[in-house]
C-alpha cells in the first residue's frame, strides 16, 4: 500500500449509531477513509441491526473496549450523554487517538470535556455537522448525509492542529464543506438558524395540539404548514437536550423573537398597514436571497 | 349538446388572474366547465400575457364590462382589493349570475359585500381554496393545483342553495375537496393553521435579517430552515391584507402562541428537563398523526 492510498484512520470508532453516526460510517466506508469501523452504544440489538445493514464491521457495549485501539473516534450521541461518555471513555484511548463530536450545541460539549478530564485534551476537535432529517435512527442513516453539507469544527487553543486536520479530512471526505468557528459564535449561530425554529415549530404544533378541535383543525392544514412544521417531527429527546445545552444563546434569541413578534402583533391590532408590509417585504426579499426554494 | 356535456358556466369571469385565479381558470378549461373564460384587472400587459399563455380566451380592464353576460363570477384578488371589486361590479351583473371569492379570510369579505351591496347577495358564496404555492402570478399558475386540496365554502343562511352547489361543482371540477363551514368558525381554523405560522416565518427571518452577522447566519440555515421559513417567501401584500382581514381571530391565537411560547422559554430557563421533553413528545406525535413527510 503507498502512501496516497492510506486510510485516514486504521480503526474508527462511532460511538451513537443513529443518524448521523451511521451515515458518518456509511460514508466513511464508501470513502474507503478507515480499514474498520466499530459501532458502540447501549443496546446490542440495535448495534447488530446496524452490522445488518453493513453500516458498521462488528461493535460493543462497553466504551472502553470499544475505543481501545481505536486512532479516530466520533462521539454521535445526544448532548445529554456526552459527559457520561467521555467519562466511560477516559484512560481507554491510544495516546495518539483523535476524537470529535458532532453535537449541535458546542460550548456544554467543551465543558462537559473539561470536568472530565481536567481541561480540554489537545486530541478533541469538538464539531459539528450542519445536517440531518427529521428522521431518526440508523434506518435512517444514508452514506451521503453530508455531500455538500457545512461541518463546523470548534478547536480552542490548545488544540493539537494535527487533530482539526484529522477531523476536517473526516468530513470533507464524506462530502462536506468545513469551516473553524468560535465555540461561543457557533452556539449563537445555530441558536438563530437552528435551534429557534425548532423551538417556535415544536411549540405551533403543541398549541393547535391542545386545542379542542384539534381533529378538525389540523384536517385543514395545507402545504405551508407541512414544511413549517416538519422539524417539530425531530427527535424530542435529542432536542430537549440541545435546549438545555445551549439555553444561554437560545434564550437569547428567543426573547428578541419575542419582542419582534410583540411589534408585529402590534401592528396588526393598529392596522398599521405600512409597518406589516415592511416587516414582510423585508422577510420575502432577505429568504428570497439567501435560500433557494 | 346533450344535457350531460352541458358546462356549469356559458361564461365565467375571474376577476385577478394570479396564481390562484390563474390556475382555476386552467383547471376550468382543462375539466370543459366553461365555453368561455374571460379574464379581469388592473394591468392590460399582464391580462395579455395570460391570454398568450392560453389561460384566458380574452380580458377586460373595466370591471362592469368584464362581469356582462357572465354566470358564473370568482373575485381572486387579494382581500384589502375585495371591497372595490364588489364596487365595480355592482349593478353590472348578470341577475342569475353566481359569484365567489377565493379569499383567504371570509368574515371581512362578507362585510365588504354587505356594505357594498347592503345586504349579503343571495348569489355570493364566499369560499376558500386552501392550496397555494410561495410563488405568485400567473406564470406560478397551474391547472393541478387544487387537486386534492380543500375548498372551503362559507355560505350563510342568506345565500340561495343553488348557487352553493354551482360553486361547489366549480371547485370540484378543478379536484378539489369541498367543505361547508360557518364563516366565523372558519377564520379561526385558517388563523391556526395557516396565518399563524405565516407571521411565525415571516417574524423568524425578519429577525435574522437585522441582525449584524446576517450574510454570515443565512450561510448556516439547513434544510430545515428552509422548509421552516418557504412560507415567508409568500407575497407580502396578500399576506398583509390577510392579516388585516382577520385581525381578530389572528391576534387571538397568536396571544395563546406567546404564552405557550414564554412556558417553553421558562421551562428551558429553569432547566425543566420533564417539561420540556413533555412539549416536543405531544408536538412529534400530533404533527406524525396529522401530517404525513
Known amino acids: ?9 486504521q480503526r474508527m470508532t462511532v460511538i451513537g449509531i443513529g443518524l448521523i453516526g451511521g451515515s458518518l460510517a456509511r460514508a466513511a466506508r464508501a470513502a474507503g477513509l478507515c480499514n474498520e469501523i466499530v ?7 440495535h448495534l447488530q441491526r446496524a452490522v445488518d ?7 460493543e457495549t462497553d466504551l472502553a473496549k470499544a475505543v481501545a485501539g481505536a486512532d479516530l473516534v466520533l462521539l454521535a450521541v445526544p448532548l445529554g450523554a456526552m459527559k457520561a461518555v467521555f ?22 460539549v467543551v465543558e462537559d470535556a473539561v470536568e472530565v478530564f481536567g481541561a480540554l485534551p489537545p486530541n478533541l476537535v469538538p464539531g459539528h455537522p450542519i445536517a440531518g432529517t427529521e428522521n431518526s435512527g ?23 492542529e494535527r487533530a482539526t486536520d484529522v477531523v476536517r479530512k473526516l468530513w470533507e471526505g464524506a462530502g462536506a464543506q468545513v ?10 449561530v445555530l441558536a438563530a438558524t437552528s435551534h429557534l425554529p425548532h423551538v417556535l415549530a415544536y411549540t405551533l404544533v403543541d398549541t393547535l395540539a391542545r386545542m379542542g378541535e384539534r381533529d378538525e383543525i389540523f384536517q385543514y392544514a395545507a402545504g405551508g404548514f407541512r414544511d413549517f412544521t416538519r422539524i417539530a417531527s425531530s427527535d424530542p429527546v435529542m432536542w430537549r ?15 428578541r423573537y419575542q419582542e419582534d413578534l410583540d411589534a408585529l402583533a402590534k401592528a396588526i391590532r393598529g392596522s398599521d398597514s405600512e409597518r406589516i408590509l415592511e416587516i414582510f417585504t423585508r422577510a420575502k426579499q432577505a429568504r428570497d436571497r439567501y435560500c433557494n426554494g
Open 1 to 9: 500500500m503507498n502512501i496516497a492510498s492510506k486510510p485516514l484512520a
Open 39 to 45: 459501532g458502540a452504544g447501549r443496546s446490542a440489538d
Open 53 to 59: 445493514l453493513g453500516v458498521i464491521d462488528r461493535y
Open 87 to 108: 467519562e466511560g471513555i477516559k484512560g481507554h484511548l491510544d495516546a495518539d487517538a483523535v476524537v470529535t463530536d458532532a453535537g449541535s450545541a458546542k460550548a456544554s
Open 138 to 160: 440508523v434506518e435512517a442513516s444514508f452514506a451521503e448525509l453530508f455531500q455538500g453539507r457545512r461541518v463546523i469544527l470548534t478547536p480552542t487553543e490548545r488544540t493539537d
Open 179 to 188: 469551516t473553524l468557528m468560535d465555540v461561543r459564535h457557533h452556539d449563537e
Open 241 to 255: 437536550d440541545i435546549c438545555l445545552a445551549n439555553h444561554d444563546a437560545l434564550l437569547a434569541i428567543v426573547e
